[in-house]
């Protein structure tokens, strides 16, 4: 399968600095709807506004990219309006959980026929490296040069707690995994979840002596597991990946 089949060319070359994660995930969802066998025209894709977001640029599909943090909303609406089309929500860890936390926890609470894909890199990328509600205590970021003050969100334990009927966690590292986590989001019926822990070398790892895109990636691959290995036992701070939540549920 070639992922240049579902990219709109003339908007290239993209915006993702080098050593970005976000080309790792739009690949992935492109092999996910190839597998399940999707025609372009059965997608819809929806965003809001930060690094993330502009991948609704890039695919061609049917695509909408909306205002910050309100991607759910819009989202909510054509799915209400055309319930046969599949509905696709990429975005960041501050456009999903910042100003659009609100709309993230109804939107899992309604259990909303939608799949959300949150590419978790920790900061927000485009407007210039500020922390997120995702950034880890003690991690700088330019709203906080010595380190966050405040702890970050578990995003798996709060689409949990707020009803949504899949969830699940993965990294770019995993590439074959995440492919396979997105396909299995996409076709459950009900609000899915996937966090993507994704690498930002430019702000995150910069100013956190992280090294580039690929030691971003490393860390990845060493500072995670599979849910409920022997790993995790021996490891307990290791953050586990996987399908967390899988059920069936009154949908919107």
Request: glycine residues 12%; contains cysteine; hydrophobic residues 40%.
């Amino acid at each position: 399968m070639a992922v240049k089949d579902y990219l709109r060319h003339r908007f290239f070359p993209h915006i993702w600095c080098p050593g970005c994660g976000h080309g790792i995930v739009m690949a992935g969802m492109i092999r996910a709807i190839e597998q399940i066998g999707l025609k372009k025209n059965e997608v819809v894709v929806v965003s809001g506004i930060g690094c993330s977001s502009r991948m609704a640029g890039y695919l061609d599909f049917h695509t909408m990219h909306t205002l910050h943090g309100r991607a759910l909303a819009f989202a909510t609406g054509v799915k209400l309006g055309r319930s046969d089309l599949t509905v696709i929500v990429p975005m960041g860890d501050g456009d999903a959980l910042a100003i659009g936390g609100n709309h993230f926890i109804h939107a899992a609470r309604r259990n909303i026929d939608l799949t959300a894909i949150v590419m978790n890199n920790r900061i927000y990328g485009m407007t210039g490296g500020q922390g997120s509600p995702m950034t880890p205590f003690g991690i700088r970021s330019t709203t906080a040069p010595f380190g966050s003050t405040d702890p970050a969100f578990d995003l798996v334990q709060l689409a949990t707690g707020a009803g949504a009927s899949f969830v699940a966690r993965t990294t770019t590292y995993h590439a074959r995994e995440m492919t396979k986590i997105i396909a299995q989001a996409i076709q459950h019926r009900g609000f899915s979840v996937v966090e993507v822990m994704s690498q930002c070398p430019i702000y995150y790892g910069r100013k956190n002596k992280l090294g580039d895109g690929v030691d971003i990636m490393k860390g990845f691959r060493d500072e995670t597991t599979v849910i409920g290995s022997k790993k995790k036992e021996a490891h307990p701070d290791l953050i586990e990946r996987g399908v967390f939540v899988d059920k069936e549920g009154a949908v919107i």
